[in-house]
């Protein structure tokens, strides 16, 4: 693991433009002054930043749930990405993941300034009946359980049929099933 690496992780982005920045001053151990004054942020930030560069590392900031983000903080990050180190390279990477709903928010016309700084661009297509199958098993291996012993065929089917094939719901649905299965003691599911 390399030191100079240093990954922020925003998992509940309704923030405020002062929270956000406050939670960004706090994640990277800025001085208590950089999260009252923007200006102080930056200028800490900058520094930061470019030191661990200069030491081969990275800042990444990474928001899940991107599409909850305020659009006063959306464009915070569009100027954060801005800031360049003294070799033309950006001193921060920003990972967004977020629902379909994010993405068409970024073609907005007012959002076309933060979309001309994404590199690469992903989209998790809802899953077929084969691989939410290969999806739920894998995750029952994960955790240390036989796919067969947890869920029958049908139970997969039905799983596929009323998510449809969304994983976020397949989980929802595979955790509440687990935990009806479990009240009415019945294995497998």
Avoid: W, Y
Wanted: proline residues 4%; neutral net charge.
């Amino acid at each position: 693991a390399n030191p100079s690496f240093t990954c922020l992780h925003i998992t509940n982005p309704r923030l405020t433009r002062n929270e956000f920045f406050d939670h960004l001053s706090r994640t990277l151990q800025l001085s208590p002054d950089a999260s009252l004054s923007k200006t102080r942020f930056l200028l800490e930030f900058q520094k930061a930043a470019a030191e661990r560069i200069q030491q081969g590392g990275h800042t990444v900031l990474v928001i899940d749930e991107a599409q909850t983000v305020s659009d006063e903080v959306v464009e915070e990050l569009r100027l954060l990405t801005n800031i360049e180190a003294e070799d033309g390279g950006r001193l921060l990477a920003v990972v967004l993941i977020g629902q379909p709903e994010f993405a068409q928010r970024l073609d907005l016309p007012e959002f076309r300034h933060l979309k001309q700084r994404v590199a690469l661009r992903c989209t998790l297509n809802t899953l077929s009946l084969q691989d939410t199958a290969a999806f739920i098993a894998t995750r029952i291996r994960a955790a240390g359980g036989t796919p067969a012993s947890v869920f029958t065929r049908e139970a997969v089917e039905l799983v596929h049929r009323a998510s449809r094939g969304i994983p976020r719901v397949i989980c929802v649905l595979c955790d509440n099933a687990l935990i009806g299965g479990f009240a009415m003691n019945e294995r497998p599911v």
